[in-house]
């Protein structure tokens, strides 16, 4: 896939953590990003932890790293043939803790070739029937807590959150 949401470092509020720690973070949702592209639920689920918590972007809540498994199995290896898939940049990391963190995070559609399918929102006034008709191109807005066991950063919970709030939908 040709496209690359530009680096970027995010904001790090709360209590001091060493940029390494802001590394990691970056690096574990790159990491969550390349097992969605990819469709690798194996890679998808290293990244939680045994008793992690999930709320799928519908409001679907999974309790438990079997329960979260057997979702992503279900739903996951199809999406490597779908023409969509999204990419990952983090917005701002809250350490609530220097070994638990609050992720909010962009999730953008895109094509396998790269385009960008938000984009088809910014600038419109009432977006409610395009929303109607491309729900594929509705980005998401994921918020992860992540738990640093044994020096590994890992989700303990997440919700993904579609963005329908009509003022961010529009402005990208």
């Known amino acids: 896939m040709s496209a690359k949401v ?8 709360g209590v001091p953590a060493p940029q390494e720690d802001v590394d990691a973070i970056v690096a574990f949702v790159a990491g ?3 097992a969605q592209q990819n469709a ?18 519908h409001g679907k809540r999974l309790t438990g790293l079997p329960e979260i498994s057997a979702f992503t199995r279900k739903v996951l290896p199809p999406q490597a043939d779908s023409p969509v898939t999204a990419t990952y940049t983090v917005d701002l990391i809250l350490f609530i803790r220097p070994d638990i963190a ?13 385009a960008f399918l938000d984009e088809i929102f ?12 491309h ?28 963005v329908l709030d009509v003022g961010t939908l529009t402005a990208g």
Not at 6 to 13: G, H, L, Q, R
Not at 40 to 57: Q, V
Not at 122 to 133: F, I, K, N, V, W
Not at 142 to 158: E, F, N, Q, S
């Open 6 to 13: 530009p680096a970027t470092t995010p904001s790090a509020i």
């Open 32 to 34: 969550v990003q390349h």
């Open 40 to 57: 690798l639920p194996d890679a998808f689920l290293d990244g939680f932890r045994e008793d992690a918590i999930w709320t799928t972007g």
């Open 102 to 114: 609050a992720v909010k995070i962009r999730q953008r559609p895109v094509t396998r070739e790269g």
């Open 122 to 133: 910014h600038g419109q006034e009432d977006p409610s029937e395009l929303m109607a008709a």
């Open 135 to 162: 729900p594929e191109s509705v980005p998401g807005t994921p918020t992860y807590v992540l738990a640093k066991d044994d020096g590994v950063w890992r989700i303990a919970a997440a919700q993904n959150t579609l």
